[in-house]
């Protein structure tokens, strides 16, 4: 089952629709292949070995071995668990350094490791969003015991110079960590050229249902589980396996592999149509972000003299769907942490919207979308006067 014909879905950061291959994969898992994973008998290594195969799809998305991967329920118990064992694997190291623009997986956590008493270096960025290697590499100390920085940037799309922040690490002798759920299978990653200790994914940023991620953790990196009890994940991840969601994350990195190159230039050409028809349709906006290093499906806007959740409330009454940032910060009405560190002032944070694509997105749709905000925003704008 597809959303209602009326719906027009432009939030694909805040989360994706299942792709039908996905609910197919994993149904059996909900119904008749119920075995739990760890039992001796057939219909439990059944259960088993469709872990094991989800592993190796999820492996084989990122190039890294199948061994290196650690199922979880989600981007932010992975980014948790790889914050967590970084700082458990030296407790002399009391030092960690990340961004101002990260998720809140990463933000609350070095915030409550503040409280603990560990020191955190909060990097900026420019008005691009982008931070400065250089500005890294005179963070990190002999007590660094993390450094953390996300891929891409889930409200502006902005891609980091991750590369370049990794081999600072390697030089410095600090673990790094990678928030990649926005990145992963958007963009080619190749862990096994990368030299790389952590990453976190989530499955439903990518056509998987809520509720199952992934934790990369190198094979050379010494692993201390967040998460205790049974013997499961090879003793990093107690708890029961997920089965079905595991299996639906191992096929949904499965076809992002397989689609990826057409999917993304489909997704390319459907946010360069909105931009520019959006640049010549409405007056005084502007794309937020790193217009060059960016991922191809995200723009972020910003309508001077309008209320981005005023525009929300009459975009949804169209049945159009977007957002005003992160769907974990929703609901807030505080104005953008990532938009303000980028220097663009409370009002106009507060005056811009996300839009996300995905490849289930046409053009029909976006000339729509774009004909509703000119007509909205003129609306907006003549009753501000």
């Not at 799309?157 to 081999?167: A, M, Q, R, W, Y």
């Not at 609901?331 to 938009?339: K, Q, R």
Request: one cysteine or more.
């Amino acid at each position: 089952m597809s959303l209602p014909p009326s719906v027009i879905y432009l939030d694909n950061n805040a989360t994706t629709q299942t792709d039908p291959a996905v609910v197919e994969a994993m149904l059996p898992y909900l119904t008749f292949r119920y075995g739990n994973p760890s039992s001796p008998y057939a219909l439990g290594k059944e259960s088993a070995r469709a872990i094991q195969v989800a592993r190796e799809q999820v492996a084989a998305l990122l190039k890294c071995e199948a061994g290196e991967i650690i199922f979880t329920s989600s981007g932010t118990e992975s980014t948790n668990a790889a914050i967590m064992s970084a700082i458990a694997a030296d407790p002399d190291r009391k030092h960690v350094v990340t961004t101002r623009v990260e998720h809140s997986a990463t933000l609350k956590t070095c915030e409550m490791l503040a409280k603990r008493g560990y020191e955190i270096t909060w990097l900026g960025v420019n008005s691009q969003g982008q931070v400065n290697p250089e500005d890294v590499e005179k963070a990190l100390r002999s007590d660094t015991a993390l450094l953390s920085v996300m891929w891409a940037n889930n409200e502006t799309g902005t891609l980091f110079p991750i590369k370049d922040l990794i081999e600072i690490a390697r030089q410095k002798g600090v673990y790094f960590h990678t928030d990649a759920v926005q990145a992963i299978g958007k963009i080619p990653i190749a862990l096994d050229t990368l030299g790389i200790q952590f990453l976190s994914l989530s499955g439903h940023k990518l056509h998987c249902p809520k509720g199952v991620g992934a934790l990369y953790v190198n094979k050379k990196t010494r692993f201390i589980p967040f998460m205790t009890g049974g013997s499961q994940e090879n003793n990093r991840r107690g708890g029961t396996e997920n089965v079905a969601l595991i299996v639906a994350l191992g096929k949904a990195c499965e076809l992002a592999r397989e689609r990826m190159e057409i999917e993304d230039e489909k997704i390319l050409h459907i946010r360069n149509t909105f931009e520019s028809s959006l640049l010549s349709s409405v007056f005084d906006i502007k794309i937020n972000g790193d217009l060059q290093n960016r991922l191809p499906n995200t723009t972020n806007v910003t309508f001077p003299g309008i209320d981005s959740e005023a525009l929300l409330m009459l975009l949804d009454e169209k049945q159009i769907c977007c957002s005003a940032g992160s769907a974990c910060t929703s609901g807030s009405h505080a104005a953008s942490h990532v938009l303000k560190a980028m220097g663009i002032s409370d009002a106009q944070a507060r005056a811009s919207l996300r839009f996300s694509f995905s490849h289930l997105n046409t053009e029909t749709e976006i000339q729509h979308v774009v004909e509703q905000i000119t007509v909205l925003v003129k609306k907006i704008r003549k009753h501000t006067v």
